[in-house]
Nanobody, 126 residues
Framework: QVQLVESGGGLIQAGGSLRLSCAAS????????MGWFRQAPGKERDFVAA???????TYYADSVKGRFTISRDNAKNTYLQMNSLKPEDTAVYYC????????????????????WGQGTQVTVFS
């Protein structure tokens, strides 16, 4: 069992940067692939970024590639560094954990993620 708690969201002007954090509890954090998803008002939840349980492999949605960076540490934290933010990045951002087969595996598919955080709001104004 893993509990996930996101933090770091807020209100920011377009072009700025934010760093989201996801703190995990539980002793098996290193066995999970991690992902970030987001959901804007009236829209479906979309994939943003994923990182393998080994940390060696990452994968990004085209809309954030080159602007966002996902990372993880050995202290059960996963991060999403968001640069050059745009108003269309406004959404609730969710951290999620997936039990994936291989250490290098990443997934953009929400159905593969077993555990979810409560979300943190990011609002980008122009």
């Amino acid at each position: 069992q893993v509990q996930l708690v996101e933090s770091g969201g807020g209100l920011i002007q377009a072009g700025g940067s934010l760093r989201l954090s996801c703190a995990a509890s539980g002793r098996t954090f290193s066995t999970y692939g991690m992902g970030w998803f987001r959901q804007a008002p009236g829209k479906e939840r979309d994939f943003v970024a994923a990182i393998s349980r080994s940390g060696s492999n990452t994968y990004y949605a085209d809309s954030v590639k080159g602007r966002f960076t996902i990372s993880r540490d050995n202290a059960k934290n996963t991060y999403l560094q968001m640069n050059s933010l745009k108003p269309e990045d406004t959404a609730v951002y969710y951290c999620a954990a997936a039990v994936l087969t291989a250490a290098w595996e990443v997934s953009p598919n929400a159905y593969k993620y077993n555990y979810w955080g409560q979300g943190t709001q990011v609002t980008v104004f122009s």
